[in-house]
């Protein structure tokens, strides 16, 4: 069973939408709502973004993201959701000089989920500027190094953009769900 956990984004509705058109077999919760004790109940995670910044919210996230790898778990953190993947496991962020938002092209390499250059909707004020070296980046543009990344030997994957707002991003969920 997927887990998808709503961390207060304006988009969390277009990635239910996406969850029920896939028809993944999925339950939703926002962060406060979720306890970690339940954690095993999970099979995968997705990490939607977030509108706002908030220590309990962040806190449920890296637990959730500390379970996922050390259970090898299926993980998919969406902006604010990959920006917590990075920090929980030794990355940093940092503020843009501008805001991006609408569709941008980027172009992945040796991407599990989706090959070459893929459209990709992006709406976030910081960005991911360092990731451990347990990561393999998948894709970047010239604003943000880390679009697309991975834990090495893991499905653990962080997105810099909302797969759920392009076509090419629901390849992704679709590709990422079927693992």
């Known amino acids: ?84 993947l990075a920090l929980t496991l030794g990355g940093t962020l940092q503020k843009m000089p501008s805001s991006r938002q609408g569709i941008y092209e980027i172009e992945t390499k040796d991407n599990p989920l989706v090959k070459g250059k893929i459209q990709v909707f992006e709406s976030h004020s910081y960005m991911i500027s360092k990731i451990d070296s347990s990561f393999r980046t998948l894709a970047s543009s010239s604003q943000c190094k880390f679009e697309f990344f991975c834990l090495e030997s893991q499905n653990i994957f962080g997105t810099q953009f909302h797969p759920e707002m392009s076509q090419d991003g629901k390849t992704i969920l679709k590709n990422f769900i079927s693992i």
């Open 1 to 84: 069973m997927l887990l998808v956990v709503d961390n207060g984004s304006v988009y969390t509705s277009s990635l239910l939408k996406c969850m029920n058109e896939l028809n993944a077999n999925y339950e939703h919760c926002t962060a406060s709502e979720l306890d970690e004790s339940s954690f095993d109940k999970f099979s995968t995670f997705i990490l939607s973004g977030r509108r706002k910044n908030d220590s309990r919210m962040n806190a449920i996230n890296s637990k959730t993201i500390k379970h996922a790898v050390q259970n090898k778990k299926p993980l998919l953190g969406i902006c604010y959701g990959a920006e917590i």
